[in-house]
Structures are given as C-alpha cells and as structure tokens.
RNA sequence: GGAGACGUGGCCGAGAGGCUGAAGGCGCUCCCCUGCUAAGGGAGUAUAGGGUUUGUAGCUCUAUCGAGGGUUCGAAUCCCUCCGUCUCCGCCA
C-alpha cells in the first residue's frame, strides 16, 4: 500500500509515476474523496469531543446528586448527528482504502521504463551455454525415458499441470532443496518452517489481496458456523507466510537486517495462462521453491537487493547453470513491487533463457499493511523495508539441470555441488 | 470434538458503568546523590490517525484494554459473535 500522506500531498507525481507502469490512476476521484474525508473526518471527530465532555460533565452532576435530565435533553440529537457523522466519514474512508488497495506501487528510478516485458534491461550475463555435439532433448523427453516423469499418472490422481516424479528425478529434487537450504544458510539467513495455508490477513499483508484472489487456491472450512474471514489460502509461495511472520512486529534496529530463508511447496492456479507452459515442469499448479526474504532498514533495501539477488545467483552459479540477470521495465515488475530483478536461466530444450527467481524490493509497500516496523535511534517505530526472492525455483532448477548436463546416452551428470547430497553420484 | 478458566501498556498486575489512556511493580531513559560497585531520591516512558503548520517542531482532537458488533448521555467494565491461550476429557501422526 502507497502512503496515504502521499497521495495527498504529490497526487499529480505519484499519478505519472504509476503511469509508466501503465496504471491509470483516478486522480480527480481522489481529489472529491479527500475533500470529503476531511469534511467528514473532521465533523465526527469534533462530534465526539463534544460528546465526551458532555458525557463527563453528566457523571460529574451525577456524582453530585444534581439532576441529569437537562443535561440529557441538550444532547439529545447530538447522538444521531455523531451516527450519521461517523457512517459518512467510514463510507469515505472505505471508498479511499478500496481504492489505495488496487493502487500498485511506484517504481525506483533506476527501473527502465517500458510497456512489457520486450523492454526488460538485461543486466549481466554468466556462464557461456554448453556446444552440444548430439541433438539435445528437452527435459519431458529426457525424464519420461527414463521413467522419471510420468504425466498420465498425475493427470489420474489430481489433473492436468500437476507432477509426478520418480526415483533418481525425485531424489535429485529433493538434493536441490538440501543443498539450496544449506548454502543459504551458511551465507546468514535463517531457515524458518512454516504453515502452506495463510488467512486472508496474511495475504493483504504481502499484496496478493484484494486484486489476486483468481490466482490463488481457497479452503473452504465447509462450516456452517464459520464466517467468511476464515477461510484459508495455499501459498502461492513462502513469501507469504515469512514475511507475514513480521506482521505487527516492532524490531530492535539492532536485529536488522534480518534474513530467512524456506522451502515450501508453492500453488497456483494461474487462471489466465492456460495454453502457455503446456508441456512438463515449467509451469504448474505445485512447485517446490525455496525462498529468500529480507526485512532491512529503508536505507540499504537497495544495497539488500543487490544482495540478496548475488545469493540467489550463487546457487546458479554452484550448478553450473548460465544464466542471465534481467532488470525489469515499469511495464514488467509485479503489482507490489518497486524494483525487480529475473534470473533467467539457459534453457537447452527451449534455446532460450527462462525466468527460474524473481528478486524484488517492495521497500514499505508491504511493511505498511504489514505494520512491519522496527525502532530506530529516535525511539519512534518506523516502517522497514522488505525484499524477496526465489533462491531458487526447484521445478525449474531441476529441469536446467536435466537439460545442461544430459549426455548422449540419456543420462544425466550430476553437478558436482550436488553430489554429496546424491551420495557421491557422478551421473543419475 | 466436549467441559471449565482466562485474554489490560515492553513485561507482571489492579480496575467490575463516569474523576481510567488506564493504579502499583519490574524493566528502560534522563537527572541528583554517593570516591569505583551496591543502595537511595526525582522526572519521564504505548500506538495509529486527523486538524493547525513551510515543517517528522509545538499545540490540539479522535481512536485503540484479543477482534468485530450491540446496549448506554457515557463501556476496559454489561450483552452477542468470533479468534486465541491454559487446564481436564476424547481422538490422533
């Protein structure tokens, strides 16, 4: 959520800014709410002084014994005045609030302005793609040979865009997740389990609600005494639970910044893009991703970025995979957002390089629905600054690691990084 | 899932319709005293929002005692719903 205070003072700015990311927003609605905010706001808070020390002087005369029901008589439509008051000025609160929760972020200055993702600054590049001398395979093509990948079954338990993975495929995903989680945590960031279902609080925190409902899986508690409010949510990523766990918290300066990391397994029902991904492990209903969050003070979120995105690359870097860092456009970085950086790893099968993290440094967007704060040297909480990313997608690792490091024969070395988590293997 | 107890400031803990944004204690900050240490004395110590304002200064108003509703001129205090914690029983990995 943008500062109110904002949108109040530089409403024109934040307007031009949010239009190079190709929001529109609705400046001159604003402008007629504010004005009756304040009209409203106002009234019913003077109303309640009113009443207050109305209300005190009646305990008083009560108190000495004097009669009350003048005093009564004066106030008598005091009370629908204040009633009418206070419902206006929540209905234009509400009206405002619906509104600043649609609003998207604004982007940093250094994010390249652009329409879409054709408009992305690619930033650097590691690792040069590997010459293959025999005609590559993708990774379905590969895994189903050797019975590692098999669609029709998981088609069978559940549906489509889900997966069922066996032996050495299974076993190497896991290693991904161990050995993603170990260097991780040697670099200083906490590892943190927590729960795949969120409530709706949780969800608002981090930004995925109220605009992303379609995207996500909701629990019904099928309950007759339930009320909507609480209904569950799986994650459609750890960025949810983590950073939430930092909801209403005032952190000791002194702790930032504080680093997490965690593995959980993601769910997405990504409505929209059917048709897209179709084939194998790219894009699914359940992945498995392994995540960095950081909560730091507002002055190095930036310097965290850089980071936390250095980690995430390390981990690319460790197996062997090229990869290229890309800058997202103002059209391209998500609705929370203020600057993003995709990993995007090279992809044989596909001769391309597909996004396998995304890194982003929302700065207070979150912190301010999250009440994420810490106290700083004034001894006033302030809001902190919260960054994420994926370290990586293990769905799409594994499927750069079957396709880098497959050989002729249908198998596959195993990245040496890797190996003391495959018990010594060299080839699976 | 059943039965009971309970949810107050950083923590402990009073308060049971008005003088309570909230006693007291602990902790913390500042000051005084004491040749270090210990002890003692004094002051301060929630969060958010609004108005005023060049101002994150000052002044002022409002809201908040788990959350949300309700009763009342007035609610931490009474009523309802929900959430959570603890104890006992049941069930279970």
Same mark, same amino acid.
């Given at each position: 959520?943008?500062?109110?205070?904002?949108?109040?003072?530089?409403?024109?700015?934040?307007a031009?800014?949010?239009?190079?990311?190709?929001?529109?927003?609705?400046?001159?609605?604003?402008?007629?709410?504010?004005?009756?905010?304040?009209?409203?706001?106002?009234?019913?808070?003077?109303?309640?002084?009113?009443?207050?020390?109305?209300?005190k002087?009646?305990?008083?005369?009560?108190?000495?014994?004097?009669?009350?029901?003048?005093?009564?008589?004066?106030i008598e439509?005091?009370k629908?005045?204040?009633?009418?008051?206070?419902?206006?000025?929540?209905?234009?609160?509400?009206?405002?609030?619906?509104?600043?929760?649609?609003?998207?972020?604004?982007?940093?200055?250094s994010?390249?302005?652009?329409?879409?993702?054709?408009?992305n600054?690619?930033?650097r590049?590691?690792?040069?793609?590997?010459?293959?001398?025999?005609?590559?395979?993708?990774?379905?093509d590969?895994?189903?040979?050797?019975?590692?990948?098999?669609?029709?079954?998981?088609?069978?338990?559940?549906?489509?865009? %889900?997966?069922?993975?066996? $032996? &050495?495929?299974? !076993?190497?995903? *896991?290693? +991904? /997740?161990?050995?993603?989680?170990? @260097?991780?945590?040697?670099?200083?960031?906490?590892?943190?389990y927590?729960?795949?279902?969120?409530?709706?609080?949780?969800?608002?925190?981090?930004?995925?609600?109220?605009?992303?409902?379609?995207?996500?899986?909701?629990?019904?508690?099928?309950?007759?005494?339930?009320?909507?409010?609480?209904?569950?949510?799986?994650?459609?990523?750890?960025?949810?639970?983590?950073?939430?766990?930092?909801?209403?918290?005032?952190?000791?300066?002194?702790?930032?910044?504080?680093?997490?990391?965690?593995?959980?397994?993601? %769910?997405?029902?990504?409505? $929209? &893009?059917?048709? !897209?991904?179709? *084939?194998? +492990? /790219?894009?699914?209903?359940?992945? @498995?991703?392994?995540?960095?969050?950081?909560?730091?003070?507002?002055?190095?979120?930036?310097?965290?970025?850089?980071?936390?995105?250095?980690?995430?690359?390390?981990?690319?870097?460790?197996?062997?995979?090229?990869?290229?860092?890309?800058?997202?456009?103002?059209?391209?970085?998500?609705f929370?957002?203020?600057?993003?950086?995709?990993?995007?790893?090279?992809?044989?099968?596909q001769?391309?390089?597909?996004?396998?993290?995304?890194?982003?440094?929302?700065?207070?967007?979150?912190?301010?629905?999250?009440?994420?704060?810490?106290?700083? $040297?004034?001894?006033?909480?302030?809001?902190?600054?919260?960054?994420?990313?994926?370290?990586?997608?293990?769905?799409?690792?594994?499927?750069?690691?079957?396709?880098?490091?497959?050989?002729?024969?249908?198998?596959?070395?195993?990245?040496?990084?890797?190996r003391?988590?495959?018990?010594?293997?060299?080839?699976?």
């Open positions: 959520m943008l500062d109110p205070k904002r949108l109040r003072s530089e409403l024109a700015d934040v031009a800014q949010l239009k190079t990311r190709g929001f529109e927003l609705d400046v001159a609605q604003i402008e007629v709410l504010e004005v009756q905010r304040k009209e409203w706001q106002v009234k019913a808070q003077d109303l309640q002084a009113t009443r207050n020390s109305r209300s002087e009646i305990g008083k005369a009560k108190a000495q014994g004097q009669d009350i029901a003048p005093l009564l008589a004066e439509d005091l629908t005045q204040l009633e009418q008051a206070e419902q206006k000025s929540d209905e234009v609160q509400t009206q405002l609030d619906d509104i600043l929760a649609c609003v998207p972020n604004t982007p940093h200055e994010v390249p302005v652009g329409a879409s993702e054709d408009d600054v690619e930033i590049k590691w690792g040069t793609p590997r010459e293959f001398d025999f005609e590559v395979k993708d990774h379905v590969l895994a189903e040979a050797r019975g590692w990948f098999d669609n029709d079954a998981a088609v069978k338990v559940t549906s489509s865009r %889900f997966a069922v993975m066996k $032996g &050495s495929l299974a !076993r190497m995903q *896991r290693a +991904l /997740i161990q050995f993603m989680l170990n @260097e991780h945590g040697q670099a200083g960031y906490e590892e943190v927590v729960p795949f279902m969120v409530n709706q609080d949780s969800l608002r925190g981090t930004g995925q609600l109220p605009k992303f409902e379609a995207d996500l899986y909701k629990i019904s508690k099928n309950d007759e005494h339930d009320t909507n409010d609480r209904d569950l949510y799986l994650i459609p990523t750890a960025e949810v639970p983590v950073t939430n766990l930092f909801r209403d918290e005032i952190i000791d300066e002194a702790d930032l910044p504080i680093k997490c990391t965690a593995h959980t397994p993601c %769910f997405r029902s990504e409505a $929209g &893009s059917y048709g !897209r991904d179709t *084939r194998g +492990l /790219i894009r699914q209903h359940q992945f @498995e991703k392994v995540e960095l969050v950081q909560v730091v003070h507002p002055e190095k979120s930036h310097q965290a970025l850089e980071e936390l995105t250095g980690q995430a690359e390390s981990i690319l870097q460790k197996l062997g995979l090229p990869y290229r860092v890309v800058n997202l456009c103002t059209g391209d970085i998500g929370s957002a203020t600057k993003t950086y995709d990993l995007e790893v090279w992809l044989p099968g001769e391309a390089y597909r996004e396998i993290s995304s890194c982003s440094n929302f700065e207070d967007f979150q912190a301010r629905r999250l009440k994420a704060r810490f106290r700083g $040297g004034n001894g006033k909480p302030q809001l902190a600054h919260t960054l994420n990313g994926s370290g990586l997608a293990v769905g799409r690792t594994l499927v750069a690691v079957l396709e880098n490091y497959q050989n002729e024969d249908g198998s596959v070395t195993v990245p040496e990084a890797l003391p988590y495959l018990g010594g293997a060299e080839t699976i």
